[in-house]
């Protein structure tokens, strides 16, 4: 089994920085995806990042449309936590903020990452939430 805790959420004003964590735990694998998505009250699911490589030295990175030049996904592999660095926020960032793992051998596809059917493990959630 594979345990995804989040962290970092919070309150923040609208063009402030938040800096969300995910760490990864149990069962290991050679190569893997890691993913961001959030959900707002009566919204669906929806992508924001995902992180993905053949080999961890050349991760390939996507993103939502609504976020990407905002938020940056990275990811540290000596502590298995993926982080999503969000910057100038909107009030229409606040949402849930969930990590999820794919365990498949990585793609490089920003269709199939952007799908949260193809995820294999996910965290509880964060709350995130912009004040105007």
């Known amino acids: 089994q594979v345990q995804l805790v989040e962290s970092g959420g919070g309150l923040v004003q609208a063009g402030g920085s938040l800096r969300l964590s995910c760490a990864a735990s149990?069962?290991?694998?050679?190569?893997?995806?890691m993913g961001w998505f959030r959900q707002a009250p009566g919204k669906e699911r929806e992508f924001v990042a995902a992180i993905a490589a053949i080999t961890w030295s050349n991760p390939i990175t996507y993103y939502g449309d609504s976020v990407k030049g905002r938020f940056t996904i990275s990811r540290d592999n000596a502590k298995n936590t993926v982080y999503l660095q969000m910057n100038s926020l909107k009030p229409e960032d606040t949402a849930v903020y969930y990590c999820a793992l794919d365990s498949e051998r990585a793609r490089y596809s920003r269709l199939y990452y952007s799908t949260d059917a193809n995820y294999d493990y996910w965290g509880q959630g964060t709350q995130v939430t912009v004040s105007s």
């Open positions: 149990g069962r290991t694998f050679t190569t893997y995806a």
